[in-house]
């Protein structure tokens, strides 16, 4: 993909088209980590570093026709009102 650098505002940036995102797995809103080596700029998503998972890549496997289901994993032990 060839774009061109552009002023916005203060600053320069460079605009990704959607199906680059798609295929490195980032969408808006998404943190990335931009770093230089050997003379050029390299953009890869955020690894998680406490967990193997994300929230929004488990959301995102789920699928479109899920509905939630009450579980009921005890009866209530006290004065809980349920």
Do not use: A, C
Not at 25 to 45: A, N, S, Y
């Amino acid at each position: 993909m060839v774009t061109r650098v552009q002023k916005w505002g203060n600053s320069q940036g460079l605009r990704v088209s959607k199906d680059v995102l798609e295929k490195v797995h980032i969408t808006i809103g998404d943190m990335v980590d931009v770093r230089v080596e050997k003379g050029g700029i390299f953009i890869q998503p955020v690894r998680q570093l406490r967990g193997k998972y994300s929230l929004r890549e488990l959301v995102r496997q789920m699928p479109k026709n899920y509905k939630p289901s009450l579980e009921v994993w005890s009866e209530p032990s006290g004065k809980e009102v349920w």
